[in-house]
């Protein structure tokens, strides 16, 4: 009877044994299956930054965050595409002159009016020159405006130069010479310029030792402020 018992002890003993051995390795190969794979949706993936749109280099590098600028133009904005206006020449504009009424001549208005079908930028300031001068062009006023003068199809931009200060020593001139930047500031200073002849309404001009100009501006009135403002004039 204890020998009976015994046994029986020993018999249960190895079956529970078995089952939690086998439950065990039911529970350990399921976990291995989700938890160690490389494609499980537990295991996070390497970062990856995406390409900025517009930011593509030749070759297809893109680099987020740089814009490609291509030769001798301005940089693209970001965005994408290139929006490189190119700057205006001879072919390009119409110019005119003017003057100011009770003004006694010694200031006068360039205007530049498009007269093509795309836009164009007249950069910095003109290049002028009055008369047979052969030294360099006009010196420029303080007066560069907020933004470049880009002037699309019939619209205008407009340069004024302070001709002479009462008192000075002048001679009279029917014409002069114009000349145009490109986006370097003094860029193009060799190529040949446009003569250009006084209109009517002009005639004639006194010009003194020291004339000026001012930049390039699409706003008249800030042309005219620069101009006539104390110390210009």
């Known amino acids: 009877?204890?020998?009976?018992?015994k046994n029986w002890k020993t018999y249960a003993l190895g079956v529970a044994?078995?089952?939690a051995l086998l439950s065990s390795t039911a529970c350990e190969s399921g976990g291995t299956d989700n938890d160690k794979s490389p494609t499980a949706s537990g295991t996070p993936a390497p970062s990856r930054t995406p390409s900025t749109p517009g930011t593509t280099q030749p070759?297809?590098?893109g680099t987020p965050g740089a814009s490609q600028s291509p030769s001798g133009g301005s940089a693209a904005p970001s965005g994408g595409g290139n929006t490189t206006i190119a700057a205006c020449n001879d072919n390009?504009?119409?110019i005119s002159t003017s003057g100011w009424r009770q003004d006694s001549g010694q200031h006068l208005l360039i205007t530049a009016a498009n007269i093509t079908g795309k836009a164009c930028t007249l950069y910095h300031y003109?290049?002028?020159r009055f008369g047979t001068d052969s030294g360099g062009p006009v010196s420029?006023?303080?007066?560069?405006?907020r933004a470049i003068a880009t002037i699309g199809p019939k619209e205008k931009a407009y340069a004024g130069v302070f001709v002479f200060r009462?008192?000075?020593?002048?001679r009279t001139v029917t014409s002069f010479s114009l000349g145009y930047q490109d986006r370097v500031l003094n860029g193009n200073r060799d190529a040949a310029p446009l003569d250009i002849s006084l209109s009517a309404e002009v005639g004639s001009l006194t010009v003194g030792p020291t004339p000026r100009v001012t930049y390039w501006n699409t706003d008249l009135r800030a042309v005219e402020?620069?101009?006539?403002?104390s110390g210009n004039s």
């Open 1 to 5: 009877m204890r020998t009976a018992h």
């Open 17 to 19: 044994a078995i089952a």
């Open 59 to 61: 070759g297809g590098a």
């Open 92 to 94: 390009d504009l119409s």
């Open 126 to 128: 003109p290049y002028v």
């Open 140 to 145: 420029p006023m303080e007066s560069k405006p």
């Open 166 to 170: 009462a008192g000075q020593e002048t």
């Open 225 to 229: 402020d620069f101009l006539f403002r």
